[in-house]
């Protein structure tokens, strides 16, 4: 753990936290956590900041971003499709006549095997997991295990790259969107999804907010924030979404349920992170979430952004 309190993107001494005593209510990962914004940059910044062990050692818990889908859950599933339809036609016109794609932080691969199936050409992942690695190869699909920033990308190689989940979970976000804008060729597109930090859910269950996710989300941003970091990595024209997805806030109230277990590494309650009421918390949110789609304050963040 890193306990010095410098901004890792601009160098600026951090301000005193804004919520602390932030646990890894999911999987027990040890320690109590802080976000601590940067006067300069804006963005919020983990603290103490983890270092490449305590990740690798975060990450090889079980980790349900790992997981199949299948393993969620029925009710997840199904949700989970019909979200995924919505996107369906928004993805199908940025792959539109086989666009090359690179999925940074790719997973076990979902996405990259969607895309595939919407019409995209070359397919590429990145992940820093073996397990994950493996999983994408196993569907036919080229994958760097790694970081993006040690990826040996030729400039200007990819028409989308996708960074769903990912900003937020690096130890330097600018350096991650300069590399994104360096591999895009002219007329590309960066597409991707994050937490939001200025969203209900999150001023509502403060330290349980299921969009910590500490240690494994390193950097937290609100739409301004996101705008001024892709701004700043060239990217002027920048559109923002805000999904119908109750992930966040039913994570929430989980983590809030479970707070009193003395244990939570081995907490009976939990398979793969999540407890059997989680998939029906994702349903029934779903009519407390349609106001934050409304008025822009959900816990997701998506967006598009050009040079
Ligand atoms: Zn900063």
Known sequence: MDGSAQCRVCGKPLAPAEVFGIRDWEYGFPGEFAYRPCPDCGLRQLFPFPDLDDLREAYRMDYHGHAEPGKKGLLYALLFRALERKEQARLSRLVAGGASVLDVGCGIGLFLEKLRSLGAGGLMGIDFSETAAQAVRARGIPCHQGTFLDYPAEAESHDVVVMNNYLEHTLNPALELGQARRVLRPGGVLVGELPNFESWDRALFGRFWGGNHVPRH????????????????????????FPLNTSHAALSVQNLLQRGVADLRNNPALRHGRAAYYSALLLALIPVNLPAVLLRRTGHLSFEARP
């Open 218 to 241: 390193t950097f937290q941003f609100g739409p301004g924030v996101l705008r001024a970091c892709l701004g700043r990595a060239g990217f002027s024209r920048v559109r923002l979404g």
